[in-house]
């Protein structure tokens, strides 16, 4: 039922033919191997992605799929306040609707599935993985102790340049 990426397909790639899954639906669970997980993390500016593992439960519908995914990941970041490397897991269930009659105009904003047009007979399990990973990895990881990091170098760094300088004119006023 899935295959792995052609040659001119991105790194990491898991064609699934809709026309293929049972009536009942089916689960599929996607797994890079190591150089497509250097791939990804290359891709995403993530130092070291451990690992990443895709549930995937799929039904057919009228004119589409419905879509269940189990992401789960571990990758080792830079935090943005230490710059030591730190690990960030992700565990997230992400529900999903491909359909040929998708209409964009209709969607509503506070609907928590993700509605996606299907064109062709085909979806690509790998390429939604990378993607909802990159939407699931924190834009600046920060390690436990960040906070404390910056409450103690926060004055330090607010402090001006020119604060001593003020010092100094107040004490000959």
Sequence with gaps: MTAPAPPDQPAFSRIVDLAALPKEGASIIVQPNDD?????????????????RGEFRLKPIGGGVDVSLLLDADAERTCVVTLEPMT???????????????????????DPIMREPLDGDAIDLGEILVQHLSLSVAPHPRKADADQVLEKYCDAASTSPFAGLKGLIDREN
């Design 88 to 110: 960030e897991i992700i565990r997230e269930e992400i529900p999903m609707q491909f359909a040929r009659d998708f209409d964009d105009e209709e969607l509503d904003p506070d």
């Design 36 to 52: 497509e997980s250097k791939a990804i993390a290359k891709r995403l500016g993530i130092p070291v992605l451990r690992r990443l």
